[in-house]
């Protein structure tokens, strides 16, 4: 829709037109904010917790276990410098991982992740369910942006 | 016509951007990016385009890229 916007505006003599092609499902995905009747919907982008461990594909084992002792969580989240989501350090693997290799050949490569838009509700639903205690989310570029729980939702 | 992916709105939105939502009201009621104005496809001419400034950048978007 938004392309035939864009040509009919060219065709009025608007010269500096643009068209946000991913358009507001893409803005959502980005845990952006918006206005309307409906901006108070309770979406799990509301939720994020941003405490989790996150660590480097280069990081050894032994300083993410001691990183992942610290924290309020079991697990650690493999991203690249800008945030870019890799993998996933489960409990077992930093428990039974050699403490020498770098976390990015022990990680779970590409484990799944939610968009800040969905509804909090469904998702707290889902996650109980499926006897989840967190999912990852992120945005459509694949950065980290937290983890949500279901007690929070 | 340039199509633009998010970090390239966010600098025309920095710049002085013109956003402009062309899905139908409701759904603009519902829920629209801040600062956007609705001017639905369908009315989409030079009457209903008379607020827009010309000498400034337009950005249009709708639902998705479907």
Redesign the interface.
């Known amino acids: 829709m938004s392309p035939r916007a864009a040509c009919r505006l060219a065709t009025l003599g608007f010269t500096q037109v643009y068209d946000y092609v991913p358009g507001k499902v893409d803005w959502l995905a980005r845990n952006q904010p918006v206005e309307g009747t409906g901006a108070d919907t309770e979406m799990i982008g509301r939720h994020l917790r941003q405490e989790v461990t996150t660590v480097r594909p280069e990081e050894r084992i032994s300083a993410v276990r001691a990183r992942v002792a610290r924290s309020a969580h079991r697990f650690a989240l493999v991203t690249t410098a800008d945030g870019i989501l890799l993998g996933r350090l489960r409990a077992a693997v930093l428990d039974d991982a050699d403490p020498t290799r770098p976390a990015g050949e022990v990680m779970e490569a590409g484990p799944s992740t939610l968009r800040p838009h969905e509804p909090a509700a469904a998702i707290a639903d889902r996650l109980v369910d499926k006897g989840l205690s967190y999912a990852i989310v992120a945005d459509p570029d694949g950065r980290l942006l937290g983890t949500v729980h279901p007690g929070d939702l | 016509?340039?199509?633009?992916?998010?970090p390239?709105?966010r600098r025309?939105l920095d710049d002085g951007?013109q956003l402009?939502?062309?899905?139908p009201a409701g759904e603009?009621?519902?829920?629209?990016?801040?600062g956007s104005v609705n001017?639905p496809?369908k009315t989409?001419?030079?009457t209903t385009?008379a607020g827009?400034d010309?000498s400034?950048?337009?950005?249009?978007?709708?639902?998705?890229?479907l």
Do not use: F, G, K, S
């Not at chain 2, 603009?28 to 801040?34: F, K, N, S, T, V």
């Open positions: 016509m340039t199509t633009v992916l998010y390239a709105l025309l951007a402009v939502e062309v899905l603009y009621d519902e829920m629209h990016l801040p001017i496809l989409l001419d030079a385009t827009l010309r400034r950048q337009v950005v249009v978007y709708c639902w998705d890229a």
